[in-house]
């Protein structure tokens, strides 16, 4: 009888792949859906944030009273900062690297607990065939970071900036469009790095994605405002173009952009953010607040600032002090209850014009719904707005095209 592995997931799009990749290696295992019920429970963790670290030890910690004969197998960012002290605290039974995801059914035979953290310069070559339970699919298409943004630990649990081989994505994505999957999200550490070390761009693949059959609409993961340039613009009119770009910015405080150590700059972001509004994209974007340095007149100027631009969607986040980081030991710092309300302000702002946005976008809505029950399905629409459908057919991982969708501040709804 087979044993068998549950897998839980934390953090970003590139972990749910790296979770795909491992679920595919399992060839002498047997896939759990019930913790209880799993010999193994493999934590595929995130480490961005203290927040991130503490909910992957609380897991843990659960798991230990849940199902206390399971062997629990430490992966992901976390495996490489916290991976050595969880170890030596018995905490888990095992840690494994990223360059080691791809021998997991190897790996899962040992008997004795062990610490396999690998290196930081591998690059997977597995071809994910199905998405266990999605309907859209996640291609990996880059691993690490070569900026160096002061607050952030990520370019030292995942390694430099390197992209997959052009013709393992194509492969990619070839057997997943013939295995039914039309929505394709390419993902990473530095997604828009691509292609840097390989002579190429992100905009010539995603030319060469859209003319795979059975591609209908590709998306990009988290961008940074320096790499889009006029090449990729000419594709933001294709129809395979989801019409939401996620640009990472910080901060819109040019004080606080330099104390973050980032690459770009508000009135070259405001510049580009116009830009791209104008060809009818919903646009998101990542924000820091309360990181050190960020006071009273930083804060007025960058609310300011943000509501001067075209944002539909937000990623707010509070600062979390991450050690071996520059901002670490940066002064004064933001008190929480401060940082909170800062928090507070900036997403019922963007949810507001989020609201106008869709309110200006009833129609022509291109919805993949993921699957439903009780005939309520969800999904998002080329926009990235989420929309609950109701029908009394099965529509689970079909294409609906609404049109008067029913607008209410907390999202889209339509009956079909």
């Not at 804060?299 to 001067?308: D, G, L």
Request: neutral net charge; aromatic residues 8%; glycine residues 6%.
């Amino acid at each position: 009888m087979k044993k068998k592995v549950y897998f839980k997931t934390f953090g970003c799009r590139t972990n749910q792949f790296d979770t795909q990749v491992m679920m595919s290696k399992l060839h002498e295992f047997e896939l759990s859906k019930r913790e209880e019920e799993s010999d193994f429970i493999v934590v595929n963790s995130c480490t961005v944030t203290n927040g991130a670290d503490s909910s992957v030890r609380n897991y843990i910690s659960s798991m230990k009273r849940k199902n206390p004969h399971a062997k629990v197998i430490l992966a992901g960012c976390g495996s490489h900062s916290k991976g050595e002290s969880l170890f030596e605290d018995k905490k888990v039974f095992g840690v494994m690297g990223h360059s080691e995801k791809e021998n997991i059914n190897e790996i899962l035979k040992i008997e004795k607990p062990f610490y396999q953290i690998g290196d930081l310069e591998h690059i997977d070559s597995t071809i994910v065939e199905e998405f266990i339970g999605k309907s859209r699919a996640f291609i990996k298409i880059q691993e690490g970071c070569d900026f160096a943004c002061s607050y952030c630990i990520i370019p030292q649990v995942r390694g430099a900036a390197r992209s997959h081989k052009e013709e393992t994505i194509l492969e990619q994505v070839t057997k997943l469009a013939s295995n039914g999957f039309g929505e394709f999200i390419l993902t990473g550490t530095n997604v828009g790095s691509y292609g840097k070390d390989h002579q190429t761009s992100m905009a010539k693949l995603l030319k060469k994605i859209s003319m795979i059959r059975g591609v209908r609409r590709i998306r990009i993961g988290s961008l940074e405002p320096v790499q889009i340039d006029e090449e990729f613009m000419e594709l933001l009119t294709e129809p395979w173009m989801a019409k939401h770009l996620h640009i990472a910015l910080q901060h819109t405080s040019d004080k606080m952009l330099e104390l973050m150590n980032r690459r770009n700059s508000y009135h070259n972001d405001l510049e580009l953010f116009h830009k791209i509004a104008q060809k009818d994209y919903a646009l998101g974007t990542d924000f820091i607040v309360g990181h050190p340095g960020e006071g009273e007149r930083e804060w007025e100027e960058a609310i300011e600032r943000i509501k001067a631009l075209p944002l539909t969607h937000i990623h707010a986040f509070s600062y979390s002090k991450r050690d071996n980081t520059h901002s670490s030991s940066m002064k004064p710092e933001v008190r929480g209850n401060i940082a909170k309300l800062r928090h507070k302000e900036l997403t019922q702002l963007i949810q507001a014009k989020n609201y106008t946005f869709r309110r200006a976008h009833q129609n022509n809505l291109e919805v993949l719904l993921e699957n439903g029950k009780e005939g309520v399905f969800h999904g998002f629409d080329q926009y990235f707005n989420k929309v609950e459908v109701q029908s009394s057919e099965d529509l689970s991982s079909n294409w609906v095209l609404l049109n008067h969708v029913e607008v209410t501040s907390n999202g889209n709804k339509a009956k079909l």
